[in-house]
């Protein structure tokens, strides 16, 4: 069952991804919540940042890290907007964070339910809680919209070229 706080805090997680948008990044947003108040956010910068590893979650850990004064983070819950990766799942744990609530399924990449369900794995010595789909429509639709705009871009500017190879 989803809570009125899972929502909240996913909504501003989506506010997160916007900025991620905004710089043309695949919009991801994350934020890390303790006690009802942020201790780190982040957003997907892998391309601006030249960082594959520069995705919504690893940012907000690094932040609440540094927030906190401690690479662990226990008691934390981390939203994000889409179901986290092989990698971000194993920094997730590595940092000990309580509980994660995701917003859209990743059919590709996933490693929390859609592949691998790596928070089930028996030889990890922490257990991260997970609640999975939350806002996942809304989520799911800020993610599509970007790909179906940068599709429509593509298109045009191929367009565009055919137009100048004409003259």
């Known amino acids: ?30 934020v890390i919540v303790k006690d009802d108040v942020v201790v780190g956010e982040g957003w997907n910068q892998p391309i601006t940042g030249n960082d594959p590893t520069a995705h919504a979650e690893i940012l907000a850990l690094r932040d609440a890290a540094r927030c906190r004064d401690n690479y662990r983070l226990p008691g934390c819950t981390l939203y994000v907007t889409i179901e986290p990766c092989t990698m971000c799942a194993g920094a997730i744990v590595h940092a000990r964070i309580e509980r994660v609530v995701f917003g859209a399924l990743e059919p590709k990449a996933g490693a929390v339910v859609s592949n691998g369900c790596l928070f089930e794995a ?46």
Request: charged share 25%.
């Open 1 to 30: 069952m989803t809570s009125e706080d899972d929502i909240r805090w996913m909504q501003y997680a989506q506010t997160l991804a916007a900025k991620a948008e905004a710089l043309g990044e695949v919009p991801v947003g994350a």
């Open 122 to 167: 028996e030889h990890l010595n922490h257990r991260v809680t997970y609640t999975g789909e939350v806002c996942g429509d809304a989520c799911s639709a800020q993610i599509s919209a970007f790909f179906k705009a940068r599709r429509e871009q593509q298109k045009a500017l191929k367009a565009q070229k055919r137009l100048q190879q004409g003259d």
